[in-house]
């Protein structure tokens, strides 16, 4: 079986731009989740999405970074404008919320570098 | 709001030794879920073991086993017969699953060096 698949696994881009990372949840699974992980800070939850609604978006650094989940299939995360400190890596996770072992499996993230 | 503390940053051991990482969180909850998570230098995340609270027996997966003391708040985690492959970063991480928060609260890792 497929896990959760992450596109681009690595984005370089110029201050300013728009970002737009994707994720495809493992299917049957209904609860996404994103996380961004740096040295600094080390893994925090941005956003996560139950059933295609995003429930908790406490996470979300700014205005500037927006979730959405069009169906059960896909996700995106977006950053606009993007800033040099907005460089880490971000992971997209997933599970099935309701079963007993509450696991959660990663993407193997997007590596993004702001210049 | 819940937290995860891991006081080593590094450690760093001889292959076939056995080495314990510390994990302690802090929460008002009862029942909840502790993970242990690995982090090669591929950075793929890998669920190494997980552990219910309600469960007084520790979990155990082939080398890896958990110290679980929840009074004490406590979780750690032990590697037998440690293999290079064991090299790594190595997250703790708490969940629950009440008031609408289910994302996991990490630690900040501990990286293990297994020495040939």
């Known amino acids: 079986d497929a896990g959760v698949i992450q596109s681009p696994r690595h984005e370089v881009t110029e201050m300013g731009q728009e970002v737009t990372l994707r994720c495809k949840p493992i299917s049957g699974h209904n609860s996404l989740f994103w996380y961004r992980q740096t040295m600094m800070r080390g893994l925090e939850l941005l956003i996560y999405?139950?059933?295609?609604?995003?429930?908790?978006d406490s996470g979300m650094p700014e205005d500037r970074f927006s979730a959405k989940m069009p169906n059960a299939s896909f996700s995106t995360l977006k950053i606009q404008p993007s800033e040099p400190r907005d460089s880490a890596v971000y992971f997209c996770?997933?599970?099935?919320?309701?079963?007993?072992?509450?696991?959660?499996?990663f993407g193997p993230g997007t590596r993004l570098t702001v210049l | 709001a819940q937290t995860v503390t891991q006081s080593q940053p590094e450690m760093s051991v001889q292959e076939a030794e056995t080495v314990t990482l510390s994990c302690t969180y802090d929460t008002s909850e009862n029942n909840y879920y502790l993970f242990w998570y690995k982090q090669p230098p591929s950075r793929q995340m890998i669920l190494v073991i997980r552990q219910e609270a309600y469960k007084q027996q520790n979990a155990t997966e082939n080398r890896f086993s958990v110290n679980f003391q929840k009074a004490a708040k406590s979780f750690s985690l032990k590697i037998s017969d440690s293999q290079l492959g064991d090299t790594a970063m190595y997250f703790c991480?708490?969940?629950?699953?009440?008031?609408?928060?289910?994302?996991?609260?990490f630690g900040k890792g501990t990286h293990l060096i297994i020495q040939p």
């Open positions: 999405f139950n059933n295609n609604v995003p429930i908790d």
């Open positions: 991480a708490f969940f629950y699953s009440g008031g609408g928060a289910d994302g996991l609260t």
């Open positions: 996770a997933s599970s099935l919320r309701g079963r007993a072992r509450n696991e959660q499996f």
